[in-house]
């Protein structure tokens, strides 16, 4: 595709659900990454695929957070028993590979509201 | 923690003028990278400099990199009321290959 795709582009769920957050990467990058963004801070590092395997995983918050990535294509981050804190905004991200000097292409992101 | 710091943390100028937003990191790095964001939605590659890279152009952007200092600026100029957005700086360290944000600075570009 023409960039990264990310859905929904809102979520308004209950306390205590599980939500499942898309995205689907450049056609061709083999990195994947998943970021969280909290209103009016920076991004928080959350995952980071080789094609579909995750050599980092290091930035998930708690064991309620887990992502899989299938096809070294799309990506589906999930958050079981959701809690108000997990309100932010999910972006997703690709590169090419995972040379360091690689530039990641964001998506436009998932809204979540947690209430 | 984040690695990159901006200040200022907000900046409001006139059309016209320019706008210089600075980043601190703490740790060494391979490259620093600026991105641009608008409406807390995606992220916008701006421009890349690497560690061995003292400055860089790119249209009405310049990025200089003070590895001794760690610290990066961003100057825009001749802002136009479309450069209104956060900026962020992101960091790529020896890690890996994660990206490392610092908090942005809100910029308004006024008419």
């Known amino acids: 595709g023409a960039g990264v795709s990310q859905s929904p582009s809102n979520k308004v769920t209950e306390k205590g659900k599980d939500v499942e957050l898309r995205c689907d990467p450049i056609?061709?990058?083999?990195?994947l990454y998943w970021y969280r963004q909290r209103l009016g801070q920076g991004l928080e590092f959350l995952i980071y695929f080789q094609g579909n395997s995750a050599p980092d995983k290091s930035g998930l918050p708690s064991d309620r957070f887990s992502a899989e990535r299938t096809g070294e294509s799309v990506s589906t981050l999930t958050i079981q028993r959701t809690q108000q804190e997990d309100s932010a905004v999910y972006l997703c991200a690709s590169s090419l590979g995972p040379g360091l000097q690689e530039t990641q292409y964001f998506g436009p992101g998932t809204r979540l509201l947690v209430l | 923690s984040q690695q990159g710091e901006e200040d200022p943390q907000a900046l409001s100028i006139q059309e016209g003028e320019n706008a210089t937003m600075n980043c601190s990191y703490k740790?060494?790095?391979?490259?620093l990278q600026w991105y641009r964001q608008n409406s807390g939605r995606g992220l916008v590659h701006l421009i890349l400099?690497?560690?061995?890279?003292r400055e860089k152009h790119s249209g009405r952007l310049r990025v200089t990199l003070d590895t001794s200092k760690k610290s990066s600026s961003l100057l825009i100029t001749a802002s136009r009321a479309a450069d209104t957005a956060s900026y962020f700086c992101?960091?790529?360290?020896?890690?890996?290959?994660?990206?490392?944000f610092g908090e942005g600075t809100q910029l308004t570009v006024n008419p």
């Open positions: 056609s061709g990058h083999t990195a």
């Open positions: 992101a960091t790529d360290a020896h890690h890996g290959s994660r990206l490392t």
């Open positions: 400099i690497r560690s061995n890279e």
């Open positions: 740790t060494s790095i391979n490259n």
